[in-house]
Each structure stands twice: as structure tokens, then as C-alpha cells.
């Protein structure tokens, strides 16, 4: 079976350059894309239609008997996860120190209790938002449901431009594949002086945390920045976070300040197609996340080797989803180093960042008298003694029963 995913780009492709039009049917696209046949063709529609019984991914909608229409957003959420798949599920995760890995993933600050997680709160104001657009608003409260729609993606636009969890994460994704390290202020570094010295006061502004994606993204040879040509704008981020736009029967046009010298206007046409990247770029980014912690999470229980100096050995922690939602290193003195995000807050025992040191310091307890060859946190005459798993008895030893090689 042809991937669905080229199929969707050769018909795309096809009716860009007006050699196909929508609605289309299989008899169409075999005529505009030669590269198929007609029962392939036949056979992909109705397989990736919206609805379909085998519950594929739906790319296509049935507008007639035999006639489709496109589904953009899937398969630009699908384009989205390729891109990002490289950094989130990097095929070395050693070199650089896993532990800077795992902190882009898990989004290591410091200490917290229970409700003081920002991004939580964001999928779900994300989530209520969309559902509108699910439900057949009433004439009664809302006059023009269809303005209701767009004025609904404009807010949901600007909260996805503006969150920062998922910038802050991207950044340190890349700082990890180029040996830079983990940073709860990733962009800091990359600062002129003069923004770092007004860095306090201002932070960092959305266009700016984009550049430095973008410009880090090409350093490593990937397309991760790209994905923001297709929907940053700032200045229809701008205009709608002050709210000094309208929508007009053709589409939305912002005034630009009092003297109206900087107003412009977008049409619905290139608005839908912005609004639609925006969304998704959020759910791919929400689903890679979600696929590295779950690949992660598998890996829970075993004993993977971490620091061939010290000994220790590192386990990865998992919630009651499958997600990894922390690690614990054991080290051979009976000691452990612990970071695990729940929804009840955020637990750190024997390990603390270090900005200084791009990383976090994991802390060994105490160090052998007379240090044999193992390491340096056993006796010479001694035996490594390591802490038990979490729901395990199973004695541990170096080097435990996984590997990352």
C-alpha cells in the first residue's frame, strides 16, 4: 500500500499547480498524479476517509458519492511530528548525558508542590476552546456562529504563539543534540549582552525565542524551525492580543494604532491556513512529547547503566499512564538521586540545577575511605550495595539488565 502521507502531498502538489480540482474524485487523481493507479487511488480514499470504519487517519472527506475533498490538518500535524521527531526521540541519547535529556523532557525547574504547573492548565484551556467548534452554537446567544469560529481560533492562536512551555522545550531539545547542555532559561545564552542585561525586566519575546530556535535548528542540520514560517506572525499576534483589529466580510484587518499608518489585512483564505498551521504544530508538539515520555516509560524498571566512574544506575520512572514522569540513579553506596513531576508537585532528593554548569547536579552521598577499583563510592575490600527498585526486591548489580548502546 502507497504511504498516505505522499499520496495527500502528490494531490496537494497537483492542485497547486491546477492540474486537480476539489472536489475530486479517484478517476481525477489518477489522471493528475500518474504515479498511481487507479485501484491504489480508489483504495486510499476510501481508506483514510473521514469516518472510516477501521479508524485509519482521516485525510479525506466524502462530499458525494465518490467525491473527496481534503483534510489539511492531519496531515500537517503528521508533516509537523516528522520534523520534530529526530530531537524528541534522539537517536543518541548518551553522549551528551541522558540526564540533560531527560531534563528537556520533563521540563526540570526546581521544587514545586501541587498546582504550580502552567502547562497542564494550557492543553486544557487549549482543549475546552476547541470544543467549541464541535458544538452547534445557538442563534439566540450567538448571532453569527461563523465570526464566533474565527474569533475563537484568534484566541486560541495567540495562546498557543504564546505559551512557553513548548519554546523552552524545543530549545533545549536542540541545546541537548549540540552539547549545550540544559537551562530552565534556555535562550539566556544566546543573548546579545545588551538583551541579557535586560533580560530581568523584559524576558524574551516570542519573535526573538523563534530565532534562536530557527538558527540552532539549522546549526544541527534540521528542519524543526521551518515549522514556524507557516504560522508566526507577529504582527497578527499583536493585533489581537491588543485587540485593535475587526473582521470584515473578507477577512481580518487590523488598524495598526491610532494614526493607522501600520494597518493591514489578512484574508480568511490566509487566515484559515495560518490558524490551522498553529493548531497543528500544538498537536504535534503534544503528541511527540507524549510518544518520547511513552517510549520512556516502557523502559520502566529495568536498570540501565549511567556514569561507568561512579557506578550508578539509572531508573526510569513511570506514571500511572505509562508516561516517564521522572529517574532515580542508584548509586553503589546505597544512596539515590531523585526527580519525579506529578500532578501533586515535584519531588527532588539528592540532585539540584546548576546553571553554571548547563545541567543538573545529581549528589552521590558519601565517598569511600580507601576506594577500590569499582568506584570511587565503594570501600576497595567493600561490595557495591545499591537500593532496590521501585515495587522490586530484586537485587541490583552493575550493570544492571538495559543498555542505551
Request: charged share 25%; proline share 5%; aromatic share 12%.
Amino acid at each position: 500500500m502507497a504511504d498516505y502521507k505522499q499520496f495527500y502531498r502528490s494531490i496537494d502538489k497537483a492542485i497547486l499547480d491546477e492540474r486537480l480540482c476539489e472536489p475530486f474524485r479517484a478517476a481525477d487523481v489518477q489522471s493528475a498524479c500518474h504515479e498511481y493507479t487507479l485501484p491504489q487511488c480508489r483504495s486510499i480514499l476510501s481508506k483514510y476517509v473521514q469516518g472510516n470504519p477501521a479508524g485509519n487517519m482521516e485525510v479525506f472527506q466524502r462530499v458525494d458519492r465518490g467525491a473527496y475533498k481534503r483534510l489539511p490538518f492531519y496531515v500537517k500535524r503528521d508533516s509537523y511530528v516528522d520534523l520534530l521527531e529526530p530531537i524528541f526521540l534522539p537517536k543518541d541519547p548518551v553522549s551528551n548525558d541522558i540526564i540533560n535529556y531527560f531534563s528537556s523532557l520533563l521540563r526540570v525547574l526546581g521544587m514545586e508542590d501541587k498546582g504550580w504547573d502552567p502547562y497542564a492548565e494550557s492543553r486544557a484551556v487549549l482543549n475546552d476552546l476547541n470544543g467549541f467548534f464541535n458544538l452547534e452554537l445557538p442563534r439566540k446567544w450567538f448571532h453569527n456562529p461563523d465570526e464566533t469560529q474565527w474569533r475563537l481560533g484568534l484566541l486560541i492562536y495567540t495562546h498557543i504563539v504564546e505559551m512557553d512551555a513548548p519554546y523552552e522545550v524545543l530549545l533545549n531539545l536542540l541545546r541537548f543534540r549540540t552539547g549545550g547542555g540544559y537551562s530552565p532559561t534556555p535562550y539566556f545564552d544566546y543573548l546579545s549582552k545588551a538583551e541579557q542585561k535586560a533580560f530581568k525586566k523584559r524576558g524574551v519575546s516570542t519573535g526573538r525565542k523563534i530565532e534562536i530556535i530557527k538558527a540552532l535548528s539549522e546549526a544541527t542540520g534540521l528542519g524543526v524551525g521551518s515549522i514556524f514560517d507557516d504560522f508566526y506572525n507577529n504582527k497578527l499576534r499583536n493585533a489581537i492580543s491588543h485587540s485593535d483589529y475587526i473582521l470584515t466580510e473578507n477577512g481580518f484587518r487590523c488598524r495598526g494604532g491610532i494614526s493607522g499608518n501600520k494597518g493591514f489585512e489578512i484574508s480568511f483564505e490566509e487566515l484559515d491556513q495560518i490558524l490551522l498551521s498553529a493548531k497543528a504544530f500544538i498537536a504535534a508538539f503534544f503528541s511527540i512529547e507524549q510518544s518520547a515520555r511513552r517510549a520512556w516509560g516502557d523502559q520502566a524498571g529495568r536498570a540501565i547503566p549511567y556514569d561507568a566512574r561512579y557506578k550508578g544506575m539509572m531508573e526510569v520512572l513511570s506514571d500511572r499512564d505509562g508516561l516517564m514522569c521522572g529517574f532515580k540513579i542508584h548509586w553503589p553506596n546505597g544512596s539515590e538521586s531523585t526527580y519525579r513531576r506529578t500532578e501533586d508537585g515535584i519531588d527532588m532528593q539528592n540532585c539540584m540545577l546548576s546553571i553554571p554548569h548547563r545541567t543538573l547536579d545529581l549528589m552521590v552521598g558519601m565517598y569511600a575511605r580507601d576506594p577500590g577499583v569499582f568506584s570511587p563510592l565503594v570501600e576497595k575490600d567493600g561490595l557495591p550495595v545499591y537500593t532496590n527498585r521501585e515495587g522490586s526486591v530484586t537485587p541490583l548489580e552493575w550493570p544492571g539488565d538495559g543498555s542505551l548502546d
